[in-house]
């Protein structure tokens, strides 16, 4: 299979070394929109550089979109129109209009699409979901999420991703509803400014918390952090009648116990979200090389996708205005 690969940045970069990787991927044309980079990149893999993204989704089977995320829905419409299947880096677009315009175009075009939520493919959600599925956990009653990173972004990064809601709380949006199955109808959410300036300068924050209802009235809480001196720090925690699982809790964990003679867990903290999730990454590659081959079904579509944008956006404008807000009321 002949892949078209667009963004090659950071993450962009790492998911090429994969998509490159796949037994079943015979060829990679790599575009950027900083040409040297992907020249550099390309180079490095040991695949083609091309210089537009036309030239990228010319002559493939599939194309995997890791641009900025203001290029997105224009990427995947184009893709859509050219009768390729799609992987995309989460978010779809930056608001919800993007997003629906994108649903509206891969719905129209037929082409199979698979979005960027790679905790689904994460050992330890997968476990949950399975414990909350079977009813191991019993009538499950709360939940806790935390997305800490280590170290902010780069402050150029900032004003343009969206805020920590959509940037960054949309993985723990997505993972709550796969868990659990459940949708989420009101959110509160709020922040605080503790660090760099760019942050309330963009209208963002670099400390966030939230409490989310589901629509079966059980009740999940949110914490985050661009500071998180400890390390990199993911974790889910699902609390039922019959017992609790904690995602993310292993020797790896950025966490020390203040009790005495506890030296769980004794690890090293992970820094970065490519260390912490590297099997899931690869493992989401390989579910779109068979998704692309028409071998499997989506395991996350755009409209999944659109209705995790939903709760980031209900957060982004509670946070604002200071207030609860129902998700039905972002999504007229």
Same mark, same amino acid.
Not at 4 to 31: L, M, S, W, Y
Not at 302 to 308: K, P
């Given at each position: 299979?002949?892949?078209?690969?667009?963004?090659?940045?950071?993450?962009?970069?790492?998911?090429?070394?994969?998509?490159?990787?796949?037994?079943?991927?015979?060829?990679?044309?790599?575009?950027?929109?900083?040409?040297?980079?992907?020249?550099?990149?390309?180079?490095?893999?040991?695949?083609?550089?091309?210089?537009?993204?036309?030239?990228?989704?010319?002559?493939?089977?599939?194309?995997?979109?890791?641009?900025?995320?203001?290029?997105?829905?224009?990427?995947?419409?184009?893709?859509?129109?050219?009768?390729?299947?799609?992987?995309?880096?989460?978010?779809?677009?930056? =608001?919800?209009?993007?997003?629906?315009?994108?649903?509206?175009?891969?719905?129209?075009?037929?082409?199979?699409?698979?979005?960027?939520?790679?905790?689904?493919?994460?050992?330890?959600?997968?476990?949950?979901?399975?414990?909350?599925?079977?009813?191991?956990?019993?009538?499950?009653?709360?939940?806790?999420?935390?997305?800490?990173?280590?170290?902010?972004?780069?402050?150029?990064?900032?004003?343009?991703?969206?805020?920590?809601?959509? =940037?960054?709380?949309?993985?723990?949006?997505?993972?709550?509803?796969?868990?659990?199955?459940?949708?989420?109808?009101?959110?509160?959410?709020?922040?605080?400014?503790?660090?760099?300036?760019?942050?309330?300068?963009?209208?963002?924050?670099?400390?966030?918390?939230?409490?989310?209802?589901?629509?079966?009235?059980?009740?999940?809480?949110?914490?985050?952090?661009?500071?998180?001196?400890?390390?990199?720090?993911?974790?889910?925690?699902?609390?039922?009648?019959?017992?609790?699982?904690?995602?993310?809790? =292993?020797?790896?964990?950025?966490?020390?116990?203040?009790?005495?003679?506890?030296?769980?867990?004794?690890?090293?903290?992970?820094?970065?979200?490519?260390?912490? @999730?590297?099997?899931?990454?690869?493992?989401?590659?390989?579910?779109?090389?068979?998704?692309?081959?028409?071998?499997?079904?989506?395991?996350?579509?755009?409209?999944?996708?659109?209705?995790? @944008?939903?709760?980031?956006?209900?957060?982004?404008?509670?946070?604002?205005?200071?207030?609860?807000?129902?998700?039905?009321?972002?999504?007229?």
């Amino acid at each position: 299979m002949r892949v078209g690969f667009v963004g090659v940045g950071r993450i962009g970069a790492a998911h090429a070394q994969v998509v490159r990787d796949h037994p079943a991927v015979t060829a990679v044309r790599v575009a950027d929109a900083d040409p040297v980079r992907a020249g550099k990149v390309a180079a490095e893999l040991g695949v083609e550089a091309v210089a537009t993204p036309a030239e990228a989704f010319t002559d493939v089977d599939a194309v995997v979109i890791a641009a900025a995320t203001s290029a997105h829905a224009e990427l995947m419409i184009a893709a859509a129109e050219a009768g390729l299947p799609v992987f995309c880096e989460k978010p779809v677009a930056p =608001d919800v209009a993007g997003t629906r315009a994108v649903l509206a175009a891969v719905e129209a075009a037929g082409v199979a699409t698979q979005i960027g939520f790679q905790r689904r493919f994460d050992a330890g959600y997968t476990a949950a979901r399975e414990a909350v599925r079977t009813g191991a956990l019993g009538e499950v009653r709360r939940l806790h999420l935390i997305t800490a990173d280590a170290e902010p972004p780069h402050p150029s990064y900032v004003p343009t991703s969206g805020g920590i809601y959509r =940037d960054c709380h949309i993985h723990d949006f997505d993972i709550l509803r796969w868990v659990t199955g459940r949708e989420v109808t009101t959110v509160y959410a709020t922040g605080a400014n503790r660090g760099a300036e760019v942050f309330a300068a963009s209208g963002d924050v670099d400390e966030s918390a939230a409490v989310l209802t589901l629509d079966d009235g059980t009740l999940a809480t949110l914490q985050g952090s661009r500071y998180n001196g400890a390390g990199y720090d993911v974790r889910m925690e699902v609390a039922g009648t019959a017992g609790t699982h904690v995602v993310g809790l =292993d020797e790896h964990a950025a966490l020390t116990s203040a009790e005495p003679g506890v030296t769980f867990p004794g690890g090293t903290p992970f820094r970065e979200f490519w260390s912490r @999730f590297r099997p899931a990454y690869e493992a989401e590659i390989a579910a779109f090389v068979d998704v692309a081959r028409g071998e499997r079904e989506s395991p996350c579509t755009v409209a999944d996708a659109l209705e995790s @944008f939903y709760v980031a956006e209900a957060a982004t404008l509670s946070r604002t205005e200071g207030r609860v807000v129902r998700i039905a009321e972002v999504k007229v």
